[in-house]
């Protein structure tokens, strides 16, 4: 319990604790100071390789001073202790805002061991997640997690439902199953959006992948946006859309495209990855239109297109 007492506290360069709380767990080689405390091993366990779970009462002590990014390894330290990861030592000159005195020149190995052995647990992992990270790679694994949290599609008022994009494709077969319009790859269908219609949401028979057509009304024209709901870990390509907008007889658009992966829908018009369906043809038909859309796996839709 008093592997971070205040003397090691002190040797890393920390000066107070505040009173938050984040649970991390130790996975390392505390033999020096097992030792120093007299702590004796459990039976039938190696002092050396049992993990010792922690309370840390400052998640801000794991964090760049500076830049208040985690510390990752090197870590470095001026001659009173102030730390600063080797990005920071470069922005000031190596030179301690602390203290005014030269950094950037004496890492500090034990903040360097204690970041190298702590371990924390994904953020999604209520979702799902089991993966334990090392503090300092932490921002990076939740930008690759597929456990990333996805929400609701279904314009209702009262479903604040959230969670991982397998456990979403279940509650909207559960829940909203009368508000989706099923579909199967590779097989074309006809949406017919009115004037007062801002969002449809359709599902995949098979695997369930959720997709959201959303339109935008500007004094311009239609904004019409294809998205999948589900984590953006996934990258951009798994599916595509092809779209055939049916003013009238005469007058038709067509566009195939990527669909980009979002975890939730969007609630104002898209910069970039859009249809604008002009607002002079929309005026015809009282700003009705039909889509004839079909949506792919990879990039069929270009193809087909």
């Given at each position: 319990?008093?592997?971070?007492?205040?003397?090691?506290?002190?040797?890393?360069?920390?000066s107070h604790l505040?009173?938050?709380?984040?649970?991390?767990?130790?996975?390392?080689?505390?033999?020096?100071?097992?030792?120093?405390?007299?702590?004796?091993?459990?039976?039938?366990?190696?002092?050396s390789t049992t993990?010792?779970?922690?309370?840390?009462?400052?998640?801000?002590?794991?964090?760049?001073?500076?830049?208040?990014?985690?510390?990752?390894?090197?870590?470095?330290?001026?001659?009173?202790?102030?730390?600063?990861?080797?990005?920071?030592?470069?922005?000031?000159?190596?030179?301690?805002?602390?203290?005014?005195?030269?950094?950037?020149?004496?890492?500090?190995?034990?903040?360097?061991?204690?970041?190298?052995?702590?371990?924390?647990?994904?953020?999604?992992?209520?979702?799902?997640?089991?993966?334990?990270?090392?503090?300092?790679?932490?921002?990076?694994?939740?930008?690759?997690?597929?456990?990333?949290?996805?929400?609701?599609?279904?314009?209702?008022?009262?479903?604040?439902?959230?969670?991982?994009?397998?456990?979403?494709?279940?509650?909207?077969?559960?829940?909203?199953?009368?508000?989706?319009?099923?579909?199967?790859?590779?097989?074309?269908?006809?949406?017919?959006?009115?004037?007062?219609?801002?969002?449809?949401?359709?599902?995949?028979?098979?695997?369930?992948?959720?997709?959201?057509?959303?339109?935008?009304?500007?004094?311009?024209?239609?904004?019409?946006?294809?998205?999948?709901?589900?984590?953006?870990?996934?990258?951009?390509?798994?599916?595509?859309?092809?779209?055939?907008?049916?003013?009238?007889?005469?007058?038709?658009?067509?566009?195939?495209?990527?669909?980009?992966?979002?975890?939730?829908?969007?609630?104002?018009?898209?910069?970039?990855?859009?249809?604008?369906?002009?607002?002079?043809?929309l005026m015809l038909?009282?700003?009705?239109?039909?889509?004839?859309?079909?949506?792919?796996?990879?990039?069929?839709?270009?193809?087909?297109?």
């Amino acid at each position: 319990k008093k592997l971070l007492g205040s003397r090691n506290l002190k040797a890393l360069g920390f000066s107070h604790l505040s009173y938050l709380y984040l649970q991390i767990t130790i996975h390392g080689y505390f033999k020096c100071n097992m030792a120093e405390q007299q702590i004796p091993p459990a039976e039938n366990q190696s002092s050396s390789t049992t993990p010792v779970s922690l309370t840390l009462l400052d998640p801000d002590v794991l964090e760049c001073p500076i830049c208040r990014e985690p510390l990752k390894i090197p870590i470095f330290q001026c001659e009173n202790g102030h730390l600063a990861c080797s990005q920071c030592c470069e922005k000031v000159k190596k030179i301690c805002p602390s203290c005014k005195s030269p950094n950037g020149y004496s890492r500090c190995r034990a903040m360097e061991r204690v970041i190298e052995a702590c371990r924390v647990s994904c953020p999604n992992a209520k979702y799902g997640c089991k993966e334990n990270t090392s503090f300092g790679n932490r921002a990076s694994h939740e930008k690759q997690c597929l456990f990333a949290p996805c929400f609701c599609p279904v314009p209702l008022n009262d479903c604040n439902y959230v969670g991982s994009d397998k456990n979403l494709r279940n509650h909207i077969r559960a829940k909203h199953k009368d508000h989706v319009i099923p579909i199967v790859f590779d097989t074309p269908l006809t949406l017919v959006m009115g004037s007062s219609e801002k969002i449809a949401c359709f599902q995949e028979k098979k695997d369930g992948e959720l997709f959201v057509v959303q339109a935008f009304r500007k004094s311009y024209g239609l904004v019409v946006s294809v998205n999948c709901i589900a984590p953006s870990a996934h990258g951009l390509g798994r599916f595509s859309c092809c779209m055939d907008v049916i003013i009238d007889p005469s007058i038709k658009l067509k566009q195939a495209s990527t669909v980009r992966e979002i975890q939730k829908k969007i609630h104002e018009e898209p910069k970039d990855s859009f249809m604008l369906i002009p607002s002079h043809m929309l005026m015809l038909t009282d700003w009705s239109f039909g889509i004839d859309i079909c949506f792919s796996r990879g990039m069929d839709s270009f193809i087909r297109a």
